[in-house]
C-alpha cells in the first residue's frame, strides 16, 4: 500500500498537522508500509499515519483512543498540540491517555478519571482535580507531574497485602464520594469567569469540506486498487503457479486428442473440467480476500471518504490485467497440448470464454463476501453456491431434461454458459472419424445430443455478461444496505416557561445558595454569567454544555 499525501485535498488545519507531524512523508509523497512479510515504514510511523487517516476527513467529532501510545515523549506532545489546535479550531476532540507528562496533561480543558470501571472525577482539568481531592486531604506534592500524582491516587498498590487493602479502601472512598456528589447535584457546570473564560474561548472557525467529484475519487481509488492487485506478489505467483500446473496437468490427461469416437466424450470433459477449474480459481480468491477488505471498506465510507459507486468500478477494472492473465496463461498452455481445434480464431474464443467466466465468478465472489460476516462464512457459501451451478452446468444434466422447478438455475449458472460456448467453439465445423452409420459424424450432431445446436458463441458471451452484471449489482445493494449506520441525536425541546439549567449545592448545607442561570441562546456572544454563592471558594463545577 502506497501513502501519497499529494493525491488528496485536505482542509488546510489536516493538511498543516500531517505537514507538522510528519514531514518525511510529504517530501517523500510515497512510501510503502508493509506488513508482517514485507518490509515498509517503523512501528512510530505506523501510528502516525494511522492517526491522520483518521484526521483526512476533517471529521466535527474525534475519538483518539491513546494517540500518544508508541511515540517518544517529544512526538507526543506534538501530537496533543495539534489535538488541541483542532478543538480550539470547533472540532470536538475526546482522547483517552495514559501517564501524561505535565506538559501533556496541561493542554486538556475537562478530564474524567476512571478506576477499573468507577468514576472518580469528571469536571475541569489543570489545578480544579487536586483542589478536588485536597478536600479529602490528598495533596500533590510541590513539582511532582500532577498526571502522575491522580495515576497513583486512584491506582491499587499490589506490592504488598497491606497496600492492596489500603489503597482498595481509599480508591472506594473516592469513588462513593464523586457518586454521593452527583446525587446530590443535577448538573456540573464550569464556571465562565478567570480561568474558566480562557479554557471555554474557542475560536468559532467554519470548518469547510470540499466534497471531491465522482471521477477524482474514481482516479485515486482506481490507482489504490492498481496497487494492491500488481503488488499481492504471493498470491499473484501462487495463482500463476496453479494455473500452469492444471493446465499441464490436464493437457498431459488429454494429451493431443485424435478424431476418433472416444476423443468426443474425452473434448466434453476437458471443456467441462477447464469451465470449472476457471471459475473455482477466481472464486476462491475474491471470497478469501473481500470480506477482509469489506471491513475497511465500511470503516472509510462511514467516514464519507468516497462513494460506493467510484469504489467497485474501479475495483473491476483495476482487476482486469491480472485477472484476465491467468487464464490466458491456462488457456495458453492447455490448448495445444490438447490439440483443441486447430484455428487461430478458435484459440481466441477459447481464452476469451474462459476469461469472462472468470471475471462473472470473481463477481459472484464479491456477492458472497459482501453477504456474509466473515471469510470463514464465505469460504464455505461460495463453494457449496458454485457446486450448484456446477450441477446444472450442461455436462452432468441435460437442460431439456432438468425438472421444470429447477430449470431456472440453468440460465443463471454461469458454468453452464462457458461450458457451452466452448463446446460451440470446439464442435462447430469439426469432423469426426466413424465406422457404423449411428456414429456423430460432425461437431454439430455432437452439440445437438447436448442441446447445444441451435445456440452460438455470441449469445453465451452475452449471458455470461449479464451475469457478471447481476453479480456487482448485487453486490452494490448488499454494500449499500449494510454500509454503517449511527444513530442520530436529535436536539432537546427547550421550554421557556421552565428553568433550563438548574444547580444544587454539592453537599447538603443549607447555607449554601446558587443563582439560577439560564442558558444563553445560539447567537449570543456574551459569556454566560458567573455562578455566586454565600460560601467562600465553592467548588466549580463540570460543563456539560457541547458534549
Same mark, same amino acid.
Not at 488545519?13 to 517503523?42: N, T, W
Given at each position: 500500500m502506497n501513502f501519497s499525501l499529494k493525491e488528496f485535498p485536505f482542509?488546510?488545519?489536516? #493538511? *498543516?498537522?500531517?505537514? #507538522? #507531524? !510528519?514531514?518525511?512523508?510529504?517530501?517523500?509523497?510515497?512510501?510503502? @508500509?508493509?506488513?508482517?512479510?514485507?518490509?515498509?515504514?517503523? *512501528?512510530?510511523?505506523?501510528?502516525?499515519?494511522?492517526?491522520?487517516?483518521?484526521?483526512?476527513?476533517?471529521?466535527? @467529532?474525534?475519538?483518539?483512543?491513546?494517540?500518544?501510545?508508541?511515540?517518544?515523549? !517529544?512526538?507526543?506532545?506534538?501530537?496533543?498540540?495539534?489535538?488541541?489546535?483542532?478543538?480550539?479550531? *470547533?472540532?470536538?476532540?475526546?482522547?483517552?491517555?495514559?501517564?501524561?507528562? *505535565?506538559?501533556?496533561?496541561?493542554? #486538556?480543558?475537562?478530564?474524567?478519571?476512571l478506576t477499573e470501571g468507577s468514576l472518580v472525577y469528571a469536571g475541569p482539568a489543570q489545578e480544579k482535580p487536586l483542589d478536588y481531592f485536597s478536600k479529602f486531604g490528598y495533596l500533590c506534592p510541590d513539582h511532582v507531574n500532577p498526571a502522575e500524582f491522580l495515576a497513583d491516587l486512584i491506582s491499587v498498590d499490589y506490592s504488598s497485602a497491606d497496600s492492596v487493602s489500603a489503597s482498595q479502601k481509599r480508591i472506594d472512598g473516592l469513588v462513593e464520594s464523586f457518586s454521593n456528589q452527583q446525587e446530590s447535584s443535577t448538573l456540573f457546570a464550569t464556571t465562565l469567569s478567570g480561568e474558566g473564560e480562557s479554557i471555554m474561548n474557542i475560536r468559532k472557525k467554519t470548518t469547510v469540506k470540499r466534497k471531491v467529484g465522482w471521477w477524482r475519487q474514481f482516479s485515486l481509488l482506481f490507482k489504490r486498487a492498481w496497487m494492491q492487485a500488481s503488488r499481492d506478489g504471493p498470491t499473484n505467483k501462487v495463482r500463476a503457479r496453479m494455473s500452469i500446473a492444471s493446465a499441464v496437468i490436464f493437457g498431459s490427461v488429454f494429451w493431443r486428442m485424435g478424431r476418433s469416437q472416444t476423443s468426443i466424450q474425452d473434448r466434453m470433459g476437458l471443456l467441462q473440467v477447464a469451465a470449472i477449474n476457471t471459475a473455482m480459481a477466481a472464486l476462491t480468491k475474491t471470497v478469501g480476500v473481500f470480506p477482509k477488505e469489506r471491513a475497511i471498506v465500511d470503516r472509510e465510507r462511514a467516514k464519507g471518504s468516497y462513494a460506493l459507486g467510484p469504489y467497485l468500478l474501479s475495483k473491476l477494472l483495476a482487476e482486469i490485467p491480472i485477472g484476465a492473465s491467468f487464464p490466458l496463461l491456462f488457456g495458453t498452455i492447455l490448448y495445444p497440448m490438447a490439440r483443441l481445434h486447430p484455428a487461430l480464431s478458435r484459440f481466441g474464443k477459447f481464452c476469451g470464454i474462459i476469461t469472462v467466466e472468470s471475471f462473472s465468478a470473481s463477481a459472484m465472489g464479491l456477492t458472497v463476501g459482501a453477504m456474509v460476516p466473515t471469510t470463514e462464512a464465505a469460504m464455505a457459501v461460495g463453494p457449496s453456491l458454485m457446486t450448484v451451478f456446477l450441477v446444472f452446468g450442461g455436462y452432468y444434466v441435460n437442460a431439456e431434461n432438468t425438472p421444470i422447478v429447477f430449470r431456472w438455475i440453468p440460465r443463471v449458472s454461469l458454468i453452464r454458459w462457458a461450458f457451452q460456448g466452448l463446446c460451440i467453439n470446439e464442435f462447430k465445423g469439426l469432423q469426426f472419424d466413424h465406422q457404423q452409420p449411428f456414429d456423430i459424424q460432425s461437431g454439430d450432431q455432437a452439440l445437438e445430443r447436448f442441446s447445444f445446436g441451435g445456440s452460438s458463441i455470441k449469445e453465451t458471451v452475452v449471458a455470461q455478461s449479464r451475469i457478471l452484471l447481476f453479480w456487482y449489482y448485487t453486490t452494490y445493494l448488499l454494500l449499500e444496505r449494510n454500509k454503517p449506520k449511527y444513530q442520530k441525536l436529535e436536539q432537546p425541546v427547550t421550554d421557556d416557561t421552565q428553568k433550563q439549567l438548574e444547580l444544587e449545592p454539592l453537599e447538603s448545607d443549607p447555607e449554601l445558595t446558587y443563582e439560577q442561570v439560564e442558558s444563553p441562546l445560539p447567537d449570543q456572544g456574551k459569556p454566560e454569567q458567573e455562578l455566586e454563592s454565600s460560601a467562600p471558594d465553592p467548588l466549580n463545577l463540570f460543563d456539560l454544555e457541547g458534549f
Open positions: 482542509p488546510s488545519d489536516i #493538511f *498543516g498537522f500531517l505537514f #507538522f #507531524f !510528519f514531514p518525511q512523508k510529504v517530501s517523500c509523497a510515497d512510501s510503502r @508500509v508493509g506488513d508482517a512479510k514485507v518490509r515498509g515504514i517503523s *512501528g512510530g510511523e505506523k501510528k502516525r499515519l494511522s492517526l491522520a487517516c483518521e484526521l483526512i476527513a476533517s471529521p466535527s @467529532v474525534i475519538f483518539a483512543d491513546e494517540p500518544t501510545t508508541g511515540l517518544d515523549a !517529544f512526538q507526543a506532545e506534538k501530537v496533543m498540540e495539534t489535538l488541541r489546535e483542532l478543538a480550539l479550531d *470547533g472540532h470536538t476532540v475526546i482522547c483517552s491517555i495514559h501517564q501524561p507528562r *505535565g506538559s501533556v496533561y496541561g493542554k #486538556f480543558d475537562d478530564i474524567v478519571l
